[in-house]
C-alpha cells in the first residue's frame, strides 16, 4: 500500500495563493513601495481581487521594519507619499498624516477636490512615474510577468530575488 505524502503548509501562504480574478484577468498584484531613486523598500503580493488601499498598511509596516537599524532607530522617514487614485480615501490621508507623511494622491472625478486635508502636489505627483519605471522593470522579468509560481511565497521569492538582482547591479555599477 502506496502512503500519501501530505504538503506542509506554510503558515505565510495565503489561503487563495495570491490568485484571483481582476479587470486584467486572472492573476496577482505586486504592492510595491519605493524610494526617490526607485530602489524598492518593501513589497507584498495579493490576488487579482483585492482592492489596493487595503495592501496600504501591510505596505508600510514592512517597509517601516525594514527602515530601522538594529537598535530600532529610524535610518529614514518617507516625507511625502505618492499613490494613485485606488489609494484615494479620507481614511488614508489621516493614517498618512498621523505618520508624518503628506499624501500626493490625486481626487476621484466625482469627489470635492475642496474637502481634503492637504492640498494636491501636482509636481510631486510627476514624480510617481519612479515607481511606475521599477514595475516596468520587474515586469521584464518573464518569470515574474508570467508567474509560473503555484504559491504566492514562491512567487514573493521571485520578486525579492529579482530586487537583490536590481541591488547587485548597483554595488558593481
Known sequence: M???RRKKN???EPEDHGLGRSR???GSKIHILCDSEGQPLHFDVSAGQVHDSTMLDTVLIGAD???HDEDGVPMAWPVKLAADKGYRAA???EYLLE???IPVIPSKENEDRDNRPVEFDKAAYRR???VECLIGWLKESRRIA???EKTAVNFGGMVRLAFIHRYLRLCVA
Open 2 to 4: 502506496r502512503r500519501r
Open 10 to 12: 506554510d503558515p505565510k
Open 24 to 26: 486584467g484577468g486572472f
Open 65 to 67: 521594519a525594514s527602515l
Open 91 to 93: 481614511w488614508i490621508d
Open 99 to 101: 505618520l508624518g507623511m
Open 128 to 130: 510617481r512615474s519612479i
Open 146 to 148: 508570467t508567474r509560473f
